[in-house]
């Protein structure tokens, strides 16, 4: 897999993964343990979410024996202020430097 040490110039073809968010409000969201593979060298204490409106915000991550995992209150605040109601769709797109665009899916599959 060829990387760019800038970022991606586009979107489809930067790595990415998925979670389907069941309940109103959770601690922490785990990132899959074969995509945290890919960034192993960029892992930090912060990585940064492009949210669907464009606003950004910086996620403390986590990481212990069970994985790595968005983290804490900056996560929380991310949820409410994307109205999280459960049954969302969430696509994480890997843009580098622990940058991600996430894009959101209501339970009625439209996106945000």
Sequence with gaps: ????????ANRND??????????HLSEELRIPPNFVKHVTEEVAAIALLKGPCGKNWSLKLR???NGTFFHGASWKKFQKKQYFE???FLVFHYDGRM???VQIFDKN???R
């Design 99 to 101: 940058t991600f665009h």
């Design 1 to 8: 897999m060829e990387r760019m040490r800038s970022g991606r």
């Design 14 to 23: 930067s790595p990415r993964f998925y979670k389907i968010i069941l309940a």
């Design 86 to 88: 459960g049954a969302e």
């Design 63 to 65: 990481e212990d024996e």
């Design 109 to 111: 599959g439209m996106e």
